[in-house]
Every structure is written in C-alpha cells, then in structure tokens.
C-alpha cells in the first residue's frame, strides 16, 4: 500500500466552511496528489507535489488549496466548502520503477459530504 | 460501500474462466500504463504496469496487452475468482507528472 494514510476516512460538513484533508505517507516519496472520484468520471488531479513547499495546479483546482511543509504530509484545503465539493478524495504518491515507468499508489480514500 | 461508478460497462464473467478488459487511451505521445483495481469502498490497487517499448506484460494471473497502432490496452485475468470482482481501469502517463485516467471497467464473477 505505500505506506499512504488518509484523515478523516469520513467527513460530513455544511456548505462554506473550511475543511482540511491530510495524507500521510511513510516512505519518502518526492511526488505526492490529490485526486477525486465522482461517478461518471475517471479520477482527476486537484494539486500535486514535487517536494516539500513545491507545489502545482490539476486539472480541477479551483476552490482547493495544498500545503506540504514536510516530505510525508500533504494536505488538501477546501476554502469554502461546496455542495459541489462532495467527492470521494484519493492521496496518491508516484515513484520510478526498475523498468523506468513512473507507478502510482493510492491511500485508502477520504468520504467527504458538504450539507 | 460507495459506487465507484453508476453507468460503469459490465463484463459478467463465470467463475474459472478468463477475462478480457479492454481501455481505449488518449494520447499517442504516452509511454507507460498502468492497470488498477478498485473494490467498493477501496482506493485503486495497483495491478500491473506495461512501458510503450513492450507489447505484453505478465503478472501473477494476470496479463496486459499493449496495441500502439490502435491506441488498446487490455488487461486478461486468467481463472476469474470472486475475488476479482470490481472495477477495473487504466491509466496512461506520458513521463510527467500526468496521468488520465479511464473511468472503468465493472468485473461481475459469477459463481
């Protein structure tokens, strides 16, 4: 698995407050994402990391921020929570395989439901 | 758990037999795949990965098949078992920090 821990597993929260997702991993990882899931849709990248305090945009970035003061946390902020914001939230890491391919792990998800 | 995907396409499978999970990609310029497997309530397992220089991959029952020409990736299990049922997709990745990802593939193994 990684080592890739996400918190809360599960969250239900009201329409414009803050709401902090934390994935935590164990193993070094330089690469770190937030992803979400919604029915109909592949996965798509929110924000993802390429070291501590290196941080860049996905493709649906608006209404999230990211932080990762240290290599093994990475936490996804949403501002102002949306209806449109409930999702299931996957952290992700990636690393260089011995055959040069660039794997991809997953944590275990976090439910987040804005009321 | 929660439904990775209400209008996920189906592949109902026999318990014993073999299944062939098909996944289009996108872009000509990717290099690597990936395949993953997702149970209801679960984040994606990694199953097997494939680089663009090779054409087939084999794992543990399971075998990728890469079809540049067409842009086809496909994905055998060998000897289907309840255990394998859910939904199953492919990512591609063209060396950066990219991925696209298909939306999936639901695997019924019926007993």
């Known amino acids: 698995d990684a080592g890739i821990t996400q918190s809360p597993r599960h969250k239900v929260t009201e329409t414009g407050t803050p709401v902090t997702l934390r994935c935590h991993q164990t193993?070094?990882?330089?690469?770190m994402y937030w992803y979400r899931q919604d029915p109909g849709h592949g996965l798509r990248l929110i924000h993802y990391?390429?070291?501590?305090?290196?941080?860049d945009k996905g493709e649906v970035s608006d209404g999230y921020s990211v932080s990762r003061s240290k290599t093994e946390d990475f936490l996804l902020t949403l501002e102002s929570a949306t209806s449109s914001q409930t999702s299931v939230y996957f952290c992700?890491?990636?690393?260089?395989?011995?055959?040069?391919?660039?794997?991809?792990?997953f944590g275990p998800g976090t439910r987040l439901t804005v009321t | 758990g929660e439904s990775v995907g209400l209008h996920l396409p189906t592949l109902s499978v026999q318990e014993g037999d073999n299944s062939i999970i098909n996944c289009a990609y996108s872009?000509?310029?990717?290099?690597?795949f990936i395949w993953y497997k997702q149970e209801s309530g679960k984040g994606p397992q990694f199953i097997i990965d494939?680089?663009?220089?090779?054409d087939k991959r084999q794992g543990q029952r399971v075998t990728v098949l890469l079809n540049k020409t067409v842009k086809h990736l496909s994905l055998q299990i060998a000897a289907t078992q309840p255990g394998d049922s859910a939904v199953y997709f492919c990512?591609?990745?063209?060396?950066?920090?990219?991925?696209?990802f298909g939306t999936g593939t639901r695997l019924k193994v019926l007993a």
């Open positions: 992700a890491i990636s690393e260089r395989s011995s055959s040069g391919g660039r794997e991809q792990y």
């Open positions: 193993e070094n990882h330089r690469y």
């Open positions: 990391s390429y070291g501590v305090k290196d941080t």
């Open positions: 872009n000509s310029a990717s290099d690597y």
């Open positions: 494939i680089r663009s220089n090779m």
């Open positions: 990512a591609e990745n063209t060396g950066t920090y990219k991925y696209i």
